[in-house]
């Protein structure tokens, strides 16, 4: 298994991994034209310190984490899924993807990392309290963090 950086060749299954995660396990109401982000993954996230990673298993997508930078040296985490036969802390697959965004961040003097999510996502909410994010209200994100209309709980992140 190995985290790669976004390339063209994985648009479609990162489309339908995230889809599956969504729809089949989650009953998120979320389609394909609600996150047009999927669809122009280089335009939406390479900008300024944005990045979309990749974790890829035998030229299979198992796993996706992003970042969007919204200025004043914050940033917003996206599109953070790991496939359900992938997941866990021996698998460690959550794990490297979010190693991989906060070694970026240092790389690049991002020092907050906030991210939205959906109520029902009790063991994703786990591992980012258990990774050092801490829940905040809707009201205390920056005004340039880009709200997705599902998202119920926000956490934040400061890198050391």
């Known amino acids: 298994m ?35 982000d999927l669809l122009d993954i280089e335009n939406f996230y390479f900008r300024k310190n944005g990045n979309f990673w990749v974790a890829v298993e035998n030229e299979r997508v198992i796993g996706t984490i992003a970042l969007i930078d919204i200025g004043n040296r914050q940033s917003a985490l996206r599109k953070m899924f790991v496939h359900k036969d992938c997941r866990g802390k021996e698998k460690g697959i959550g794990q490297l993807l979010l190693n991989t965004l906060i070694s970026w961040c240092r790389q690049k ?3 907050e990392v906030y991210l939205g999510t959906v109520e029902q996502l009790h063991a994703a909410k786990r591992f980012y309290e258990r990774n050092g994010f801490v829940k905040v209200e809707k009201a205390e994100l920056p005004e340039t963090f880009p709200l997705m209309p599902v998202d119920t709980e926000f956490f934040k992140l400061i890198i050391v």
Do not use: C, G, M, R
């Open 2 to 36: 190995v985290i790669e950086t976004y390339q063209e060749k994985y648009k479609a299954e990162i489309a339908k991994l995230i889809l599956n995660i969504q729809h089949n396990e989650f009953n998120v109401p979320v389609t394909i034209s609600d996150q047009p």
């Open 109 to 111: 003097s991002i020092n």
